[in-house]
């Protein structure tokens, strides 16, 4: 009967033992670890409004094409969708280095949705073919980088030496892109080039 009983008496002491160990968390771990389950819920839900803003403009683009009215997608400015896709690029390439996959996600939305309306507006003619060649490349290799960070996918030499890259041109696009985007919101007839050259010699300064 002693031996018997043993068994139980070792998995009564175990358990108390791990319940032991769950009371002494420090009640801050704890807190902390509720507000991090919390946060990535909150920004897990904040992907339907990014669906929500990016597809009545997709379908509207794409009823327009399918009727032949290319001319209705003259008015949507490429430059700023561009702008945009900056943005949510460069904060997708910061969450994916850091493994942040909820927040990923929500930037990878935004990509997605930025790329098609200038997919569209491309096809509709309304695009220079210098901007569609840069930023399909970008684009590619941006989610390619990207992907094999959040994933934690352990990368070879020539991926090692592309995210790096990558990482540093990310910086300088940014702060280079960044004037000629606002001289356009400023002044419409300015080249865009003229922004660039200015974003130029402040990053060498």
Known sequence: MGRRRAP?????????????ASDSLPP???????????TEGLVAA???PFLALALPQVAKNAANLAAGDAAALAGLPWLGYAASL?????????FSRNHERMAACVQLVGV???SAVLAQVAGAGHMPGWAVAVI???????????????LGIKPGRLMTLLQGVWYAAGVLVGATTLPAFVLQAVAPGASIWQGVCLGAVA???
Do not use: D, E, K, P
Request: charged content about 5%; glycine content about 12%.
């Open 8 to 20: 139980a008496r070792a998995t009564q002491a175990h358990g108390r033992t791990l319940s032991g």
């Open 28 to 38: 801050s771990f704890v807190l902390r670890a509720r507000w991090a389950a919390a």
């Open 46 to 48: 904040s992907t339907a």
């Open 86 to 94: 900056v943005g949510n690029m460069l904060m997708l390439s910061y």
């Open 112 to 114: 997605m949705g930025q």
């Open 136 to 150: 399909a490349a970008g684009v590619v290799t941006g989610l390619g980088v990207n992907f094999t960070a959040v």
């Open 203 to 205: 990053c060498a300064v």
